[in-house]
């Protein structure tokens, strides 16, 4: 992880501003879904991106009754039905 470079203040609601060429380069727009990641001392910002909640895969994803699932998981759980009923 290269440091960017930029240093910025903690308000006192918790927030700090991303620059706008850090966000302009890793395509985060206003309203964008931020994950929010602790790996030792270190905080880390992504991008959310929804992972299947059976396999935890974040290929091919998409929501259903407000849950995420993946392909694989969606096809694997047609073919249970289909054995079943």
Not at 34 to 48: F, M, N, P, T
Request: net charge positive; aromatic share 8%; with cysteine.
């Amino acid at each position: 992880m290269k440091p960017a470079g930029v240093v910025r203040k903690v308000d006192q609601l918790g927030r700090i501003v991303l620059p706008k060429s850090l966000r302009k380069r890793y395509q985060m727009n206003e309203g964008d879904p931020v994950e929010i990641l602790v790996q030792g001392d270190h905080i880390i910002l992504e991008r959310y991106r929804p992972k299947c909640v059976f396999c935890g895969s974040m290929d091919e994803v998409s929501e259903f009754k407000e849950r995420h699932i993946c392909a694989q998981c969606s096809d694997e759980m047609i073919s249970l039905q289909k054995h079943f009923f």
